[in-house]
């Protein structure tokens, strides 16, 4: 269907104090595909993935989800489909509860008390965090707030999964369990990261920014053999 697209197109983003953090980039992402988002820190990849659904406006070129350009009027629209996991988890959790956090977008769709239920044990079990369901999400570990912060994107039950940097602060058996996780949600996800080993299990597609640029955009096993890329990303021991 065709909302699950994401397409950017000659997209230009400065921050308000001028520094231009993209600087025309180009790609289509189709229907199922899991894409890394791959560059140095500074590159501009979280501030590419708060484009996506309208945290973040682009100041020249055009964001589409599917046919609806993300602007301030379709925001409801695209934040339907896109469900955005942050780069820190303490941007994402704000209730006094994780059941709270994980029931907020659920609740805000309105949907009927039984279905929201069901969700939020879905959603919890998913990351197996069914455990922390009473607790406090500010008293969390940074591996426990990083499991219930995705947590409350699932819940949404998104068509496009957006995620920034998912697996940092995971222990081994919580990152495993989300590469497995992600790999079984068919549904069309950009990941951006740092973590190479998880590109190379989950993802057939990578797109590298460089300086706000794409440098490389294509299968993941001959993008990390580039030599070019490999520089860009600092894989290179010079
Ligand atoms: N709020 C902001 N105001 C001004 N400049 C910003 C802001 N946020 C990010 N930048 C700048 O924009 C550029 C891109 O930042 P961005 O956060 O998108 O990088 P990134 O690729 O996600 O890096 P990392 O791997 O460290 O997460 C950087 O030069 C950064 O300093
Ligand atoms: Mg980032």
Redesign the pocket.
Known sequence: MSHHFIRFSDVHYS???G?E?LRGVNFLITHGEKVALL??????????ILLTDGLLSASSGEVNIGDVPVTKKTLPLVRQSVGLVF?NPDDQLFMPTVEEDVAFGPLNMGLPAAEVERRIEAALAAVKATDLRSRSPMQLSGGQKRRVAIATVLSMEPSILVL??PTSNLDFGARNDLIRLLSDFEHTQLI?T?DLDMVRRLCPRSIV?HE?RVLADGPTAAILDDPQVRQALGLTDE
């Open positions: 921050y308000p104090g520094h953090a560059g140095r820190n500074g590159a501009g990849k979280s501030t590419l780069q920034d940097e951006a740092h920014l706000g």
